[in-house]
């Protein structure tokens, strides 16, 4: 069968301006006069959003203590050599003592921070059973094959939460003390624990399964937590709208990282007389450590820091529109010497002619 451009078969378009792309449109026709001016606008704009972004972000205030335990870096050193090579290790505790010697502004952030820890990688971010999360009664008895090795106990009982993400939480944990006075006591600084993790994975992507006769623990009957866990997921708070699937720790760290070095919140300081900041004075940071790092070759970190209108310290972002700023500068200045050489050229042959 031939096509007739003059038959109305059922794939020809219908003859108007759209489907025969006869539409107007403007083809602009980029001379010096038009190109230069945008690259020079375009770089003093970048130049001037850089500068906006780089000083904002050291304003931002951070103070950090690299806590892993190397020998010789304190206290938390006879811990790592007690949990090195254990799994789960030793519950062990430490402190830092730090002074601040001037106001610390708040909303103070409390961050931990692991290095070298690839939770980009592949087979481990995939090792989850989201259906699972979600409070399936199903899933939480028949754990996605994804999950393995972390599926099943050597029992035979599904492992809730299944997979490898979930087996390596991070459970070291922290508690804040200010000595107001020289020599007097230290005073606990409220911690607080809540609204760390997004709304959307706290009340979309993770729910805890119906309760059984109004106790969680009898909906999670018949499983058994990850091997590295030493109590069940419902067990993980006190507070009933805290533990199980939903709790704010948990959710945080199965939120993966893009790259080998993160930070997690942990807590926000921002009650009693810590709403404004931390006052100047000594300090006290208690340390469970739980978590080894030095099988792996990582370290951990405590973090504390404040914000911004544009969030936390990074000044990659600065120093990247200011890189680009610059480049179309120079691009506007190069094509302008190039511009201005060959238009006397021409204006020269036009004159021969």
Not at 95 to 115: D, H, I
Not at 156 to 174: E, H, K, M, Q, Y
Not at 235 to 248: A, K, R, V, W, Y
Request: proline share 9%.
């Amino acid at each position: 069968m031939t096509w007739s451009a003059t038959a109305r078969g059922a794939h020809q378009p219908d003859n108007t301006a759209f489907t025969q792309q006869r539409l107007p449109a403007w083809q602009p026709l980029l001379s010096a006069s038009i190109a230069l001016p945008l690259f020079f606008c375009a770089g003093l704009a970048f130049i001037g959003l850089g500068l906006g972004l780089f000083y904002s972000s050291n304003g931002i205030k951070e103070l950090e203590y690299d806590y892993t335990g190397n020998p010789g870096t304190g206290n938390c050193s006879a811990c790592a050599l007690a949990d090195q090579d254990r799994a789960p290790p030793l519950r062990c505790s430490c402190s830092w003592y730090f002074s601040l010697p001037e106001f610390f502004p708040g909303p103070v952030y409390l961050y931990y921070e692991l290095t070298n820890f690839y939770q980009n990688n592949r087979r481990y971010s995939v090792s989850r059973d989201d259906t699972q999360l979600s409070g399936l009664p199903s899933a939480l008895r028949h754990p996605a094959n994804e999950c393995a090795p972390y599926q099943r106990r050597a029992s035979g009982l599904p492992v809730a939460p299944c997979g490898a993400i979930a087996n390596s939480l991070f459970n070291d944990s922290f508690s804040l003390w200010h000595q107001r006075q020289p020599g007097g006591p230290y005073v606990e600084v409220p911690l607080d624990r809540t609204g760390i993790a997004w709304w959307t994975d706290c009340h979309v992507k993770f729910r805890n399964p119906p309760l059984v006769n109004g106790s969680l623990a009898l909906a999670f009957q018949g499983t058994a937590p990850p091997p590295n866990w030493p109590r069940p997921v419902y067990e993980l708070s006190p507070d009933p709208n805290n533990t199980g699937f939903i709790n704010q720790d948990f959710v945080v760290w199965m939120r993966t990282a893009a790259l080998p070095t993160f930070r997690k919140l942990y807590a926000r300081i921002r009650q009693g007389n810590y709403s404004t900041g931390l006052p100047r004075g000594a300090y006290l940071v208690n340390i469970t450590y739980n978590y080894p790092v030095r099988a792996f070759g990582g370290h951990k970190l405590i973090v504390f820091s404040n914000i911004s209108w544009m969030g936390g310290k990074n000044p990659f972002l600065g120093i990247a529109y200011l890189v680009v700023g610059s480049l179309c500068i120079l691009m506007g200045f190069v094509m302008l010497v190039v511009y201005i050489r060959y238009q006397d050229q021409n204006d020269e042959d036009e004159d021969e002619e």
